[in-house]
């Protein structure tokens, strides 16, 4: 997969329906929401995070009204081991057998830096494209993928998409946008913006809702990855 025409093509896409003022607003992002799900996700550093920040006080200051992600909110995900519904509770599932699972997993990977590079977007969200060694990232997946497969565990990986990509969501539409043109012009500024260069030393297991809010986030573990490459790819 070529990340960055992905990233393009969303970009293309999404940037062509906000041209043309649509939009596509999440009426209950502002509500308690009881969707609860586990994901594998890593996140950025402080310094990443301070950039990724003065981006969103920009665009805040068009759009106040619009769902920013707190720092403690931002993150990548790895891949989701059960999407989030409502309905799902910790205690119908034996954390400690996927936590096994995921450490046989991963048991073989180091270390690896992302690059969060410019924006991207989809009708709903604003994303900050990340960049990495994908084909280690795709080894990577594929063997959390392959463990639970032979494992007989409950999961629903894949089911709502294949996740081909590094990125995170940095904002979400709540409401219509007021301040179209202006809003825009600052997403074209930081179309190609160097957010940051950062390295991953640990996975983290979490339970969490739809937004991985950090009030309903629980970590249920971290996975330490070796600090020396181990396999060739």
Request: overall charge positive; proline content about 2%; aromatic content about 14%.
């Amino acid at each position: 997969m070529d990340v960055k025409q992905h990233y393009l093509t969303m970009w293309e896409d999404a940037f062509s329906k906000f041209s043309n003022g649509k939009f596509e607003i999440d009426k209950s992002i502002n509500s308690e929401d009881y969707r609860r799900g586990i994901t594998l996700v890593v996140r950025p550093d402080k310094k990443t995070k301070k950039s990724i920040r003065y981006f969103l006080n920009e665009l805040k200051k068009v759009e106040p009204n619009q769902y920013y992600y707190p720092d403690s909110d931002l993150h990548i995900t790895i891949l989701s081991i059960i999407s989030c519904y409502e309905g799902f509770d910790l205690e119908k599932i034996n954390v400690d057998k996927y936590v096994g699972t995921v450490e046989n997993a991963l048991k073989e990977f180091c270390v690896f830096d992302i690059f969060l590079k410019g924006i991207t977007a989809s009708p709903s969200c604003i994303m900050s494209q990340g960049f990495t060694d994908y084909k280690m990232i795709n080894y990577l997946r594929e063997s959390i993928r392959n463990s639970f497969q032979n494992s007989g565990l409950e999961t629903s990986i894949d089911k709502r998409y294949i996740i081909k990509t590094m990125h995170s969501t940095v904002m979400r539409f709540s409401e219509a946008i007021t301040r179209k043109d202006d809003f825009l012009k600052i997403l074209e500024k930081y179309r190609d913006y160097e957010f940051g260069k950062f390295s991953v030393n640990k996975i983290e297991f979490i339970y969490n809702d739809w937004y991985v809010r950090a009030r309903n986030t629980k970590v249920l573990h971290s996975f330490l990855l070796k600090s020396t490459k181990v396999i060739e790819l």
